[in-house]
């Protein structure tokens, strides 16, 4: 499918989450409804927690600090914005920049769902653990991030690589470390997946 095509069936979604009004009372304090960025065609998908105040404002998911950090970890591995699709996984900002509820979570995961059937990326990393407990339930992410793990998806396959919030790592030494020596696993993660799919 050509990426005007992928993008069609993205912006549907959209239409879809505000025509069913989810998650209302986080509708009411937000701004924009951020669905996502990037490739529609591509490979990886990276999923975060839900928009912050700059997100929000913006209509964009990573756009601040973490999305700065973001962009030079996938420069590091010679990626850009325009290689991969980013989203969240609760699409409206939580009041305060607050954990995004169970409750939440649960409203936007069939659209995320959605999402990846649309896009069929071969691989997803997870950035924190809200985004990580949907796909790999009952891990602790300070056990298993930098594994990655295949995992049936409805009807195709994926490799689910959870990896430290960018902004949770941002000032924190260790964290940061480690999530940057995350990283670098990317390439190598992909190139085998290709060997494997060709
Ligand atoms: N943190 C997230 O999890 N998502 C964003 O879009 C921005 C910051």
């Known amino acids: 499918m050509s990426t005007e095509d992928t993008q069609q069936l993205l912006d549907q979604i959209k239409a879809d989450i505000l025509d069913k009004n989810i998650c ?29 105040k700059n997100e929000d404002l913006q209509g964009l998911p990573f756009v601040g600090a973490a999305g ?8 590091g591995i010679g990626l850009e914005r325009k290689d991969i699709y980013i989203t969240n996984i609760v699409k409206y900002r939580p009041p305060n920049n607050r954990d995004p509820l169970p409750e939440e979570k ?3 995961w069939p659209y995320l769902v959605k999402q990846l059937q ?3 990326p071969k691989v997803v990393v997870t950035l ?6 949907y796909f790999l339930p009952n891990q602790r992410i300070s056990a298993i991030h930098g594994e990655p793990k295949r995992v049936a998806f409805g009807d195709h396959k994926l490799v689910i690589l959870p990896l430290f919030h960018p902004a949770a790592a941002l000032y924190n030494g260790s964290m940061r470390e480690t999530l940057i020596e995350d ?9 085998k997946i290709k060997k494997e799919t060709n």
Do not use: C, W, Y
């Open 106 to 108: 649960k409203a936007f």
């Open 128 to 133: 924190g653990r809200h985004s990580m407990e």
């Open 68 to 75: 700065k950090f973001l962009d030079e970890m996938l420069a």
């Open 183 to 191: 990283f670098s696993a990317i390439p190598i993660i992909i190139k």
């Open 24 to 52: 209302p009372d986080l509708a009411k304090t937000a701004t924009n409804l951020v669905m996502g960025d990037g490739n529609a065609n591509a490979d990886i998908v990276f999923i975060g927690e839900a928009p912050g």
């Open 118 to 120: 649309i896009i069929q």
